[in-house]
């Protein structure tokens, strides 16, 4: 077991679970630790110049907030908006499945934990990475709910997108993400299945909360 609590939350593209995470985890005190935050940093770096190995060895990714929300540094430099880009999302999804980039981020996802409270966020958090967490949530929506989501999104970014083209790639990326031969999608018997597409946000954060305190709460940690 973690020293301290371990929060996951596991889920498909667009079912909230970024923004859910980390209004939990503010809620809760814990730190928000966003897995596709690390990939993105890697792919950064290696669209930068640097070669992949010498990333996995030497790159530092942390995690801090302020008033803007989540901020990602890597080696000390807040690189937060430079990892949204189409270029560094296409480069993070394909360095995604080498098992050396996942091992990196299964690693530096474990030292978070190491220094404290965590939830964290991703698509194997509670079957891979922390297999042992304390509470774990499968957040899901219907595959219509999702993307119209991503539709709001991007048309509120000022992006065109047609709702047909958003649901097509959206189940693309799901097949994708359950048949990967490295650390795939799935929802796990211990994991608490919550549906989100007539909740709103914080709906899904009262139930989370709620379920956090109530098994957490009956367990000591080290100090």
């Given at each position: 077991?973690?020293?301290?609590?371990v929060?996951?939350?596991?889920?498909?593209?667009?079912?909230?679970?970024?923004?859910?995470?980390?209004?939990?985890?503010?809620?809760?005190?814990?730190?928000?630790?966003?897995?596709?935050?690390?990939?993105?940093?890697?792919?950064?770096?290696?669209?930068?110049?640097?070669?992949?190995?010498?990333?996995?060895?030497?790159a530092?990714?942390?995690?801090?907030?302020?008033?803007?929300?989540?901020?990602?540094?890597?080696?000390?430099?807040?690189?937060?908006?430079?990892?949204?880009?189409?270029?560094?999302s296409?480069?993070?999804?394909?360095?995604?499945?080498?098992?050396a980039?996942?091992?990196?981020?299964?690693?530096?996802?474990?030292?978070?934990?190491?220094?404290?409270?965590v939830?964290?966020?991703?698509?194997?958090?509670?079957?891979?990475?922390?297999?042992?967490?304390?509470?774990?949530?499968?957040?899901?929506?219907?595959?219509?709910?999702?993307?119209r989501?991503?539709?709001?999104?991007?048309?509120?970014?000022?992006?065109?997108?047609d709702?047909?083209?958003?649901?097509?790639?959206?189940?693309?990326?799901?097949?994708?993400?359950?048949t990967?031969?490295?650390?795939?999608?799935?929802?796990?018997?211990?994991?608490?299945?919550?549906?989100?597409?007539?909740?709103?946000?914080?709906?899904?954060?009262?139930?989370?909360?709620?379920?956090?305190e109530?098994?957490?709460?009956t367990?000591?940690?080290?100090?």
């Open positions: 077991m973690s020293r301290f609590p929060v996951t939350i596991d889920g498909p593209a667009a079912a909230g679970k970024s923004t859910v995470a980390r209004r939990l985890a503010a809620r809760l005190g814990y730190t928000y630790v966003n897995s596709g935050a690390i990939y993105r940093a890697v792919a950064w770096r290696v669209k930068g110049g640097a070669r992949l190995p010498d990333v996995l060895r030497t530092r990714v942390e995690f801090r907030g302020d008033a803007r929300g989540l901020r990602v540094l890597v080696d000390g430099a807040d690189v937060t908006e430079a990892l949204y880009t189409p270029e560094v296409i480069l993070a999804a394909s360095l995604s499945r080498e098992p980039v996942r091992a990196y981020a299964d690693t530096l996802q474990r030292a978070h934990a190491a220094r404290g409270p939830v964290v966020e991703g698509r194997d958090a509670g079957t891979v990475v922390f297999p042992d967490a304390e509470c774990k949530f499968y957040l899901d929506a219907s595959l219509e709910a999702r993307a989501r991503r539709l709001g999104e991007l048309a509120a970014a000022g992006d065109a997108a709702l047909d083209s958003i649901r097509a790639a959206m189940h693309a990326r799901d097949v994708a993400d359950q990967r031969p490295v650390a795939p999608l799935a929802r796990t018997g211990d994991a608490i299945y919550v549906e989100s597409s007539e909740l709103t946000v914080e709906q899904v954060v009262d139930r989370m909360a709620e379920e956090v109530r098994t957490c709460s367990r000591s940690y080290s100090p």
